[in-house]
């Protein structure tokens, strides 16, 4: 397990865009699967996105695909969540989770990650 921190989420109109980061203070995500999840309020933890550990394969939600993306930069040290055109039903608490030993096949599941974050909210206003 690693400690995770996510940065980026905020109070937003809808349209606008953020872009969430995920980091492993003192380390790096290098060879770590790594995934978005949401929780909006009175539902479900919900994936959004995923991304492998050498970033080849990307996996999204149906309800993100086209407006968000899923990257790792160069050194994949850090692993982004691009989030364009949001909408109301995008708010929610938004957490990162990595596990080093996931080999991405497939769309992820939240038993699959060893390592979460502590979340952060993303709110869109109409």
């Known amino acids: 397990q690693v400690e995770l921190v996510e940065s980026g989420g905020g109070l937003v109109q809808a349209g606008a865009s953020l872009r969430l980061t995920c980091t492993a203070p003192?380390?790096?995500?290098?060879?770590?699967?790594v995934g978005w999840f949401r929780q909006a309020p009175g539902k479900e933890l919900e994936f959004v996105a995923a991304?492998?550990?050498?970033?080849?394969?990307?996996y999204y939600a149906d309800s993100v695909k086209g407006r968000f993306t899923i990257s790792r930069d160069n050194a994949e040290e850090l692993v982004y969540l691009q989030m364009t055109n949001l909408e109301p039903g995008d708010t929610a608490v938004y957490y990162c989770?990595?596990?080093?030993?996931?080999?991405?096949?497939?769309?992820?599941?939240?038993?699959?990650?060893?390592?979460w974050g502590q979340g952060t909210p993303v709110t869109v206003s109409p």
């Open positions: 003192g380390r790096t995500l290098f060879n770590f699967a």
């Open positions: 989770a990595a596990d080093r030993f996931l080999v991405l096949t497939s769309t992820p599941d939240v038993r699959d990650f060893e390592s």
């Open positions: 991304i492998s550990r050498i970033g080849k394969m990307t």
